[in-house]
């Protein structure tokens, strides 16, 4: 009842801050996917990932940044039942200030079945572009629930036009925690990802995408997961 409860107060939160913003445009996506794997800051939890979510954004009246409010489930194939389904419900803030985007929000994760821990964290973020295009991002999620912990991302990206419907986008980055009684501080993976935006139709993009990561061998022993895992998948989104 209680992780039912803290998923009906965030809902009731977003659907209380969209009203607020009622009057203004408001954008957004729905997306459905299949990944060949569920890797989690570098723990595999499943294979064979059917994803579905929704998005949505709009100007926030009171900084004139950008507010957004997502949900995401997931259900996937886990041999050992540690991982069944999940659900994901999120609002966050972005916002620029002079060469830099600072976003903060809020994340609660909602898990039916296996052994996986509900838990919330609250975030905060800044990305910048450093040169030539290249994006560089550092996000900072603090689990303030289950796990009293802290998970840092860092993240370089870029993005290249390949023709007026379709873009090359590349990825690099690792992942840091810090506090978590299960799993052991500091550095525990770094991933590689390549993906193919492909403007199929108006509003309809056809996203291809495939992943590398590899898992720290003492963060590895601790969670049982694969050293270094290979992901492919596709995702479909309908914006609006």
Not at 223 to 235: F, K, L, P
């Amino acid at each position: 009842m209680r992780n039912y409860n803290k998923t009906i107060g965030t809902l009731a939160a977003v659907t209380a801050l969209t009203a607020g913003v009622a009057q203004a445009e408001i954008e957004g996506d729905v997306y459905a996917g299949y990944s060949t794997d569920y890797i989690f800051r570098g723990v595999s939890l499943a294979e064979d990932l059917a994803e579905a979510g929704v998005n949505l954004s709009t100007t926030c009246p009171l900084t004139q940044g950008k507010i957004s409010v997502g949900v995401w489930y997931g259900s996937g194939n886990d041999q050992n039942g540690d991982f069944d389904n999940q659900m994901n419900t999120s609002i966050g803030l972005t916002k620029e200030v002079g060469n830099f985007d600072l976003s903060v929000g809020y994340i609660n994760y909602d898990h039916n079945g296996g052994v996986q821990i509900d838990t919330q964290e609250i975030y905060v973020g800044a990305s910048t572009e450093v040169f030539a295009g290249i994006n560089l991002g550092v996000t900072a999620f603090f689990d303030v629930d289950a796990n009293d912990s802290l998970y840092v991302e860092a993240a370089a990206s870029k993005s290249f036009e390949i023709n007026s419907t379709v873009n090359l986008n590349l990825s690099a980055g690792v992942g840091m925690y810090d506090g978590d009684d299960n799993i052991d501080d500091g550095f525990n993976h770094w991933f590689l990802g390549a993906s193919l935006p492909w403007a199929a139709r108006e509003n309809l993009t056809v996203t291809p995408f495939v992943k590398y990561v590899q898992t720290d061998s003492d963060y590895n022993a601790g969670i049982s997961t694969d050293g270094d895992e290979v992901i492919g998948g596709v995702r479909l989104s309908v914006g609006f």
